[in-house]
């Protein structure tokens, strides 16, 4: 893989630039007034003395100098030594009921009081829906402001009836478990979200929000951002390395905890173990219907089977488009069930088999009926007329293309960028040469050479092989539709939400195996944009040898949960481990109980259930795992247990006992010969199996890394058996006997991850390694989430590790960002990357005090291809940050006067005066 070069004219030639700019000026003439009513997501600054050409765009330099933003000035002022003890108490007592007074107001300047929606909109105003909790207001509950903002963040100035139907039902106003199924794009999150601040607010409870990926995960802590400081909670993120464990105990505001499944599962023991479930008051689980997939479906079915035996008073709410036993899981939830075939623009769906378009229609036999033909121009390169297709809708509407794989992607786009008409390059032409400099911006001067020719036609590709900034720009762009056509992977079905007027699948399959009809279903139903199009459409492009399977999953059901718990050995280990960890059950009678009564694994196959717990239990007491609570020669079904600390630790950590017998090994095995003369020793050891298993590497590559050690990193390869016989059996193109695979491959990443620790560009490790840039960054996130979970192993084995939780504590944060420390602060913000950060750093925007105090609109100005909602986002996240981090402040503050107060009240009590005394504190 070569790093492209930096040649501009194949973006943009000169006649391409002057029809842009004669396009500009025709647009403004033609225009008196900037219509206001939709904001484009990538608008320049309106207050330029002069607009740029896209030439001018084009050559801007990358680095622009700009005026600093100041921080603040902050006066100090010196205190006066007070005389007497009851001078001390009196101030103290001032201090305090300040510091307390000031806990229920806002951080922030209030804002401009606004047009109260609810006259403005009479069709949201609802009756007081508030049962079991106190309403403040007339919204289910929830104070009338929250119309505003729904208005003025999420555009939402209507719900749809099932969203009414389905909040004013009697098990959910009776706060009973509850799961709910809507159609993709149906609108399931925003009742979700009004739940979620009903139990803050109303009831004064903290939640949990559990979202399948990280990325969804930031996304979503930067969207309720701007809810929370206006409503008065936190948001925290619980995803990768981010995240405290446990949590901090707040005094005066709720919190909802933003988490992935694996982070919520951590979130759950460690609350449980502090005794404190009683403060989560509900749990809403988004695509509940993972519970079925392998590997992850086993941790979240933990998750919620936890909760339930627990903290049965926690309310837990799931949804999903695609499930097909619902009222099994709905069971297994011991849930009330709420469905709706409703979707908020009508789908046309079509089925394309060589020039034939025909429409689907499940209600008639036939299934299939003929619409039309759509005769390719390019039979050869084009077989499937995707020119045509796309051409009929773009670049005015929008077009989504799910291909197999991630080289067919960046395939289609280039096929799409050589055919579509050179028109296309006028359409939205300024903001096209926008989007390119700020990816050029993010990629530090460079852009892949496939979108540097397929951006010009609104076209380009998004799969996991690009950086999460890059995927961040290009959604961008497809919303504010400067993009017209993205091809992209079926990941992008379930992690994004992105709408387009018409949807095509460029096969039935995925991989080798067909779709199934909920894989069809989630694809399907991004086509349609709710306010925008009239109708969505989706195009299925199949072979004529094909079309018997496509009828069949066509004509299928939903795909059925099933329980993964019994085919995830590691995940069940774990479960039962934590359950004897956390006082839940401690024999394998209760363990047996546990799991008939509070899995889907012992509603779907009880007689499984006492084989799974005997295996495990045995397995783990073997081991030494778990140990017996009284001598007792035999371990019976009722013979107490408890774990031992290499269990405990694992547990505490979140690692697999496998992985946690592997690491003590290696970390005891360091201890006696680690090398700290550069970071590469730690960084091998906090690679993670799974990133191990599944890395390949090329040996010539790889034997060309290891000549380039330096003398420091070569000590360390040494150590773990790395030696120059080695190096030579690699330059051969082979792979060593003399050392195992998973050691290549651990170090192999180790060298990576160095490289990515010393600053180098990405692209240049991209192109050393051999390594797709979005897999590097996928790499470090993954590192630095295992290198906390080894801090807190190290923590809480009772042995000699305790000198690696001093090394790891400042890993995560480093590995996580892997930029300069000057932009390290601004990285704390919800996704936002070090390009992002170098951006708001290099605008004047360096510290997130200085972010919190912007005027997003200014903010816009400053920084290239910045939408309007990220800046206010930004901003939102920002100030966020900061409350929270006063929360802190004033929650410590408080302690501190608390032992103060009875420090003082003994003293006083032991002094001779002590009536005099008792009077004063009184």
């Known amino acids: ?144 402001r929250v119309l505003e903002l729904l208005k003025e963040h999420k555009g939402v100035d209507k719900l749809y009836d099932w969203q009414t139907e389905c909040l004013g039902l009697r098990s959910v106003l009776e706060r009973k478990n509850f799961i709910y199924s809507i159609s993709t794009s149906g609108g399931k999150t925003l009742v979700a979200e009004i739940l979620l601040f009903r139990e803050m ?135 009330e069930v709420y469905s709706k075939e409703f979707r908020p623009v009508v789908l ?25 033909n759509v005769l390719s121009d390019d039979k050869r390169n084009d077989p499937d007329g995707l020119k045509v297709l796309v051409a009929e809708v773009a670049p005015s509407k929008s077009c989504l293309i799910f291909c197999a794989t991630k080289k067919n992607c960046e395939n289609v786009a280039m096929l799409l960028a050589k055919s579509l008409d050179k028109s296309m390059k006028c359409f939205k032409g300024l903001k096209k040469v926008e989007l390119y400099h700020a990816l050029k911006e993010e ?51 379930a992690g994004v939400n992105l709408p387009a007027k018409r949807v095509i699948l460029r096969s039935p399959k995925i991989g080798r195996d067909y779709l199934t009809l909920s894989q069809y279903k989630q694809m399907t139903g991004r086509a349609g944009r ?90 783990l007491y073997k081991n030494q795992v778990l140990v017996l609570k009284e001598d007792s020669p035999l371990l019976e079904d009722t013979s107490e247990l408890k774990v031992s600390p290499l269990g405990r630790a694992a547990m505490k950590a979140n690692l697999t006992m496998d992985h946690a017998k592997t690491l003590l090994n290696d970390l005891s095995q360091a201890q006696g010969a680690l090398n700290l003369l550069s970071p590469l020793h730690l960084l091998y050891l906090i690679i993670s199996p799974e990133r191990v298993e599944s890395n390949r590497f090329s040996a010539v590559v790889f034997a060309n890394v290891l000549l380039k050690l330096s003398s420091n990193d070569k000590k360390t390869a040494e150590l773990i058996g790395i030696t120059e016989g080695v190096i030579s059996t690699l330059m051969r193109g082979c792979k060593p006997k003399s050392v195992p695979d998973c050691v290549l491959n651990r170090f192999y990443l180790a060298l990576l991850l160095s490289a990515m620790w010393d600053g180098q560009m990405i692209w240049n490790v991209s192109d050393k ?37 001093s090394l790891l504590t400042k890993i995560c944060d480093r590995l996580s960002h892997c930029g300069s420390s000057e932009i390290m602060e601004l990285m704390e913000l919800p996704a936002v990357k070090k390009g992002r950060a170098q951006q708001l750093f290099k605008a004047g925007y360096k510290t997130l005090l200085d972010v919190a105090s912007a005027n997003p609109k200014e903010m816009v100005g400053k920084i290239e291809h910045l939408p309007t909602k990220v800046a206010n ?30 420090q003082l009240l003994e003293s006083f009590s032991q002094s001779p005066n002590r009536t005099m005394n008792q009077s004063v504190l009184l």
């Open 348 to 372: 046309h769906e079509f089925l394309k088999v060589n020039n034939n378009v025909l429409a689907i229609n499940d209600k008639s036999d036939e299934h299939f009926v003929q619409t039309r």
């Open 769 to 805: 390694f051999d390594i797709p840039r979005g897999d590097i960054q996928s790499l470090m996130v993954a590192s630095a989430s295992q290198a906390s979970n080894i801090k807190t192993f190290c923590q809480e084995y009772e042995g000699s590790l305790w000198c690696f939780h």
């Open 1 to 144: 893989m070569s790093v492209p070069g930096d040649d501009e004219s194949l973006i943009f030639d000169e006649s391409d630039l002057q029809a842009i700019d004669e396009m500009e000026q025709r647009s403004q003439q033609s225009q008196k007034t900037i219509p206001c009513s939709k904001v484009s997501v990538l608008k320049r600054k309106s207050d330029s003395p002069s607009k740029a050409t896209a030439a001018e765009t084009l050559k801007r330099p990358l680095v622009d100098s700009s005026t600093n933003n100041s921080s603040p000035s902050s006066g100090s002022g010196g205190g006066t030594t007070q005389d007497s003890q009851n001078s001390i108490f009196a101030f103290g007592q001032d201090l305090q009921q300040i510091l307390l007074s000031n806990a229920n107001k806002s951080l922030l300047l209030e804002t401009p009081k606004r047009k109260n929606l609810l006259d403005m909109v009479p069709s949201l105003r609802t009756q007081d829906c508030s049962v079991g909790f106190e309403s403040l207001g007339s919204f289910y509950g929830l104070p009338d």
């Open 873 to 902: 986002q930004l901003v939102s996240s920002a100030k966020m940050l900061l409350m929270e981090k006063a929360e802190s402040l004033r929650e410590e503050a408080e302690i501190v006067f608390g032992s103060m107060k009875e």
């Open 443 to 493: 990629g530090s001067g460079v852009v892949c050479d496939v979108l540097k020719r397929t951006i010009p036609y609104g076209v380009a590709y998004h799969h996991s092989g690009l950086t999460m900034n890059e995927r961040n720009l290009l959604e961008e762009g497809f919303r504010a539709g400067v993009l017209c056509c993205l091809c992209c992977t079926s990941t992008l079905a």
């Open 201 to 335: 607010l109303c009831r004064k409870k903290n939640t949990i929000l559990v979202l399948p990926y990280v990325s969804i995960v930031q996304e979503k802590v930067r969207s309720l951002s701007p809810f929370a400081l206006e409503m008065n909670f936190l948001v925290e993120e619980y995803a990768a390395g981010k995240g405290i464990l446990p949590p901090k105990k707040r005094l005066w505001k709720n919190v909802v905890f933003v988490a992935t499944i694996e982070k919520a599962l951590a979130l759950f023991n460690s609350l449980a173990e502090e005794k404190r479930l009683h403060e989560i008051g509900m749990v809403v689980v988004d695509e509940i219907h993972m519970i079925g997939e392998a590997g992850r479906g086993a941790v979240l079915e933990s998750l919620i089977a936890k909760f339930m035996f627990s903290s049965p008073e926690t309310q837990i709410v799931g949804m999903s488009a695609t499930i097909g036993n619902l009222t099994e899981v709905a069971s297994f939830l011991r849930a």
């Open 530 to 619: 709710a306010g925008m199009d009239d109708a969505g459409e989706s195009i299925l492009i199949c072979q004529e040898s094909e079309l018997e399977e496509v009828k069949r999953f066509l004509r299928s059901g939903m795909t059925w949960c099933h329980s993964q718990l019994g085919n995830t050995p590691s995940v069940a280990e774990g479960l039962i481990l934590s359950l004897i960890g956390l006082d839940l059950a401690t024999s394998c009678q209760q363990l047996c109980h546990f799991l008939r009564q509070f899995t889907l694994l012992g509603l779907q196959s009880g007689q499984e259930v006492e084989q799974l717990v005997e295996k495990v239990v045995a397995e």
